[in-house]
């Protein structure tokens, strides 16, 4: 599994989502406008998102999108799973029938176990622990005076 560019731009359209859990739905071009992302290819990352059910819209002139539960019970692999289809780096990972030797395949075992530690890292990461990491990013970053 490589992360692509349809995962990271996910997770930034759900961290604004997240920014803005209290307030209400956001526009989508707020958030393109936001994240400096074309609201085109966030209009197509939106869909599955909003099809697994982490994301609600809203039409109408309060319209817009907003997320389904709260920021801290979204974890990233939600997010992932949902835009990659999956967390294994090899097929034969997640469906042993894809390789005849799989069964005795000690590399196999290999990239299971990471597989394993990469899935439990990005469940174990809500996009609320994002939300306090972008805060405790932006209090501690360098502000310039002229």
């Known amino acids: 599994m490589k992360i692509t560019t349809r995962s990271r731009y996910g997770v930034r359209l759900m961290l604004e989502l997240a920014r803005n859990f209290d307030k209400g739905q956001v526009l989508l071009k707020d958030i393109a406008r936001n994240e400096e992302i074309s609201e085109k290819y966030l209009s197509l990352i939106i869909i599955p998102l909003r099809t697994a059910g982490l994301v609600q819209s809203t039409r109408g002139a309060h319209g817009g999108y907003s997320l389904t539960r709260p920021p801290e019970e ?3 692999k939600d997010i992932v799973q949902v835009l990659e ?5 090899v097929d034969c990972v ?3 029938s894809s ?3 799989s069964q005795t395949c000690v590399s196999r075992d290999v990239w299971s176990i990471v597989s394993e530690r990469i899935s439990q890292t990005l469940e174990s990461i809500s996009l609320g622990d994002l939300l306090a990491k972008t805060r405790e990013k ?4 360098p502000v310039y005076h002229i």
């Open 85 to 89: 289809g999956g967390i294994s780096l």
């Open 138 to 141: 932006a209090d501690s970053a």
């Open 94 to 96: 997640e469906n042993s």
């Open 99 to 101: 390789c005849s030797r």
């Open 74 to 76: 979204i974890t990233l």
